[in-house]
């Protein structure tokens, strides 16, 4: 393949990852791969047919294995915040009396949770309580 046909299939192939395919990142280092040989087959250096498409296999299985995690990663930025990690620290009210160690209901953000009583005191019927952490939907409170 002359060295202007690895260019327009790498070409091709960022081109089809930006507008054709979800991007998943593996068309971008098989594209890169693409350019990389079209560049050193311009250099001149006589590479054979079977030269290159081995140079290609090769290049894109690196590239794939030792950048795509990196570059997928560095792409994609922080998770948005679960559910667990914005209620901690927050204050709701018990709805029902809890002794230390015992469930009950707790009002908070105007929704009633399950909840339970972490802490050493015992909570009345409308005290005032903080969240501490989150076990799956029940919130883990103490008195605030």
């Known amino acids: 393949m002359p060295w202007w046909g690895w260019i327009v299939v790498g070409a091709a192939l960022l081109g089809a990852e930006l507008f054709v395919v979800p991007t998943d990142f593996y068309l971008v280092f098989l594209g890169v791969a693409a350019i990389l040989v079209g560049g050193v087959a311009w250099l001149g250096l006589g590479l054979s047919a079977s030269a290159q498409w081995a140079l290609f296999g090769v290049l894109a299985v690196v ?21 667990d990690d914005t209620l901690v620290g927050e204050r709701g009210v018990a709805q029902i009396a809890m002794a230390a160690g015992a469930s009950g209901r707790v009002e908070l953000r105007g929704t009633t949770w399950s909840a339970r009583n972490v802490g050493d005191a015992a909570l009345d019927s409308g005290a005032n309580v903080v969240v501490e952490r989150v076990d799956g939907l029940t919130l883990c409170v103490r008195r605030a």
């Open 63 to 83: 590239l794939l294995v030792f950048f795509r995690r990196r570059f997928k990663a560095r792409l994609a930025g922080a998770a948005p915040p679960r559910v």
